[in-house]
């Protein structure tokens, strides 16, 4: 395994403690937003930040088959990825939704064999993926021993359809010709994506049942950290990421996300962590170990 570097290993726990707690943030959220619409304000705001920086840096505008790229990875990664993980929750249990979610590693790693370096699974990569998903499950069953049989055989679908769109917008970001500036590449995918996810918002209707009034001091709170450390901190060290460190590698992020959440909710909310709940975390560690033995960095 390669020596690390210090920004490698702070850009790792930006994406593995920031989005695990993007978790309870968006639970709080929907206290007050509409879940379209706070997708797509979280993101936009973002996106708008982000090319403000740009803009203040007098960073150059991209080419324009570079700022179709970006576009098109915002949609895949954040309309189709996130948006059809927050309508499927609807309608399929949360813990299948973990579930199939944490089958990102095994899609990035079967696309990048398909379609990116054409670097062939290692032994290691497979028994961590499968050690991964089993930590996974373990940790969305304990919880729940109902509502397993009846769910959306569509809203499965369309999860499965997330997670291979997120996975294949994490490998067009990697060997695609994107924007020399990140903040233009960060900010074009963000805003292209909020900007889809509030037209699926009119399209359900969202705003029809929103009240700005109503909302919350902590879903504010909750928008806030989504938008500052959700998307401009994790969201960016996830793509720079993307880059710089092997793809298997950087998906163990959908393992231990869940870990995260379940000790957040335990530290701040006082849930029950349960014996189940550490050895699915020590498995995940396990499997993390396995699908970063013998991974060389990509040469800059």
Partial sequence: MHKLSLRVILAFLAV????????????????SFPPMLLA???????????????????DVFPKRSE????????????????????????????????LLIGAVPLWIILLNWGFGDKKRPTLFHMIGVILGMIG???????????????????????????AISWAGGSLLSRYASL??????????????????????????????????????TQAWWSLGYLILFGSIVAYSAYIWLLKHVDPAWVSTYAFV???V????????????????ALFAAALIVISIIFMTLNIKRRQD
Wanted: hydrophobic residues 50%; proline residues 3%.
């Fill in 179 to 216: 924007p020399k500036s990140p903040y233009m590449n960060l900010s074009i995918q963000m805003i292209t994506g909020g900007l889809a996810l509030y037209i699926s918002a009119s399209v359900r209707n969202e705003w029809l049942r929103f009240d700005i009034l109503e909302v919350s």
């Fill in 16 to 31: 593995y403690v920031f989005w695990g707690g993007t978790y309870v943030a968006i639970k709080l959220g929907l206290e």
């Fill in 136 to 162: 996974i499950a373990l940790l969305v069953f304990q919880s729940q021993q109902d509502g397993l049989t009846q769910f959306d055989p569509l809203g499965i679908f369309l999860i499965l359809c997330a």
């Fill in 257 to 259: 996300n869940p870990v």
């Fill in 261 to 276: 959440a379940v000790f957040l909710g335990w530290l701040l909310a006082k849930e029950n962590l349960s014996l189940n």
């Fill in 40 to 58: 797509g304000t979280r993101h936009l705001t973002a996106g708008i930040i982000m090319l403000s920086i740009a803009l203040v840096r007098k």
């Fill in 67 to 98: 700022f179709m790229m970006s576009a098109l990875i915002g949609l895949m990664m954040l309309l189709i990825g996130n948006g059809l993980v927050t309508l499927t929750e609807e309608t399929v249990p949360s813990s299948i939704v973990s």
